[in-house]
């Protein structure tokens, strides 16, 4: 019900754009965020949206989150790229009962993820 979509091999200090579809339910209620998964390392949230944003710290001032509640999309737009930020994204949502929006626990629905590449 969750498609992400929009990665690849971007050079350091590149852009990406990444997309997350829904459909089925309506998500406009929901909690949809971006986290992300390097080999070897634990899933980490990303960014999040709902009534406002919500970013991780490696996130805020170059990664912004974003979407159309008419298209049932969300966006992530993700500029000045670094070797570090190379993961396989996921897109994920959570109805906005309690629990932290920053752990992957408790989201009900999960994108396949998308693979973004940064070569230095």
């Known amino acids: 019900q969750l498609q992400a979509s929009g990665g690849g091999l971007v050079q350091t200090g590149g852009s990406l754009r990444l997309s997350c579809a829904a459909s089925g339910p309506t998500f406009s209620d929901y909690y949809m965020s971006w986290f992300r998964q390097a080999p070897g390392k634990e899933r980490e949230f990303v960014a999040a949206i709902r009534k406002g944003e919500y970013y991780s710290d490696s996130a805020k001032g170059r990664f912004t989150i974003s979407r159309d509640n008419v298209k049932n999309t969300v966006y992530l737009q993700m500029n000045s790229l670094k070797p570090e930020d190379a993961a396989v994204y996921y897109c994920?949502?959570?109805?906005?009962?309690?629990?932290?929006?920053?752990?992957?626990?408790?989201?009900?629905?999960w994108g396949q993820g998308t693979l973004v590449t940064v070569s230095s």
């Open positions: 994920a949502a959570r109805s906005p009962i309690s629990g932290s929006i920053y752990e992957a626990v408790g989201y009900e629905y």
